[in-house]
């Protein structure tokens, strides 16, 4: 585990810091307190595996359909518990979302032009994420 990612992690759990990452993969991991296996979406920081688990990733349905659908796509996740020894992290996309919302959403005035860029798409919906908070341009 390098030191840097491990620093970064510790940051975003103790700090409530949103970091970046792409989903690779969709796991089933075992979960003691339900006793029964959750869908999981994968994400590599560095060498570290950052599990996030189907209820934190603040979709309306929870199937491993929709979690499909964003493989590839680049999340914001807030870091809740860190495993140094088997390198493995568990993160909220829906804490990071939240705290995003609070920050950029509130900035953004009445026919503001915000770029976005499109996570998912599934039958007449699309998830969108901002990207810029305000640009120069006014629509008309």
């Given at each position: 585990?390098?030191?840097?990612?491990?620093?970064e992690l510790?940051?975003?759990?103790?700090e409530?810091?949103?970091l970046?990452g792409?989903?690779?993969?969709?796991?089933d991991?075992?979960?003691?307190l339900?006793n029964a296996k959750i869908s999981?979406a994968?994400?590599?920081?560095?060498?570290?595996?950052?599990?996030?688990?189907?209820?934190?990733?603040?979709?309306?349905?929870?199937?491993k359909?929709m979690i499909?659908?964003?493989?590839g796509?680049?999340?914001d996740?807030?870091v809740k518990e860190?495993d140094?020894?088997?390198?493995?992290?568990i993160?909220?996309?829906?804490?990071?979302?939240?705290?995003?919302?609070?920050?950029?959403?509130?900035?953004?005035?009445?026919?503001?032009?915000?770029?976005?860029?499109?996570?998912?798409?599934r039958?007449?919906?699309?998830?969108?994420?901002?990207?810029w908070e305000?640009?120069?341009?006014?629509s008309r």
């Amino acid at each position: 585990m390098s030191k840097l990612a491990l620093k970064e992690l510790m940051r975003s759990k103790e700090e409530q810091r949103i970091l970046t990452g792409k989903i690779s993969g969709i796991e089933d991991e075992y979960y003691k307190l339900k006793n029964a296996k959750i869908s999981c979406a994968i994400v590599w920081y560095d060498n570290i595996k950052i599990l996030i688990p189907s209820e934190y990733l603040g979709l309306s349905k929870i199937n491993k359909s929709m979690i499909r659908g964003m493989l590839g796509a680049e999340i914001d996740f807030i870091v809740k518990e860190i495993d140094t020894i088997s390198n493995i992290a568990i993160a909220s996309r829906k804490e990071a979302m939240q705290l995003r919302a609070e920050l950029k959403l509130s900035k953004l005035k009445v026919n503001d032009t915000a770029r976005v860029r499109i996570i998912a798409v599934r039958y007449k919906t699309y998830y969108c994420r901002i990207v810029w908070e305000r640009s120069c341009y006014k629509s008309r």
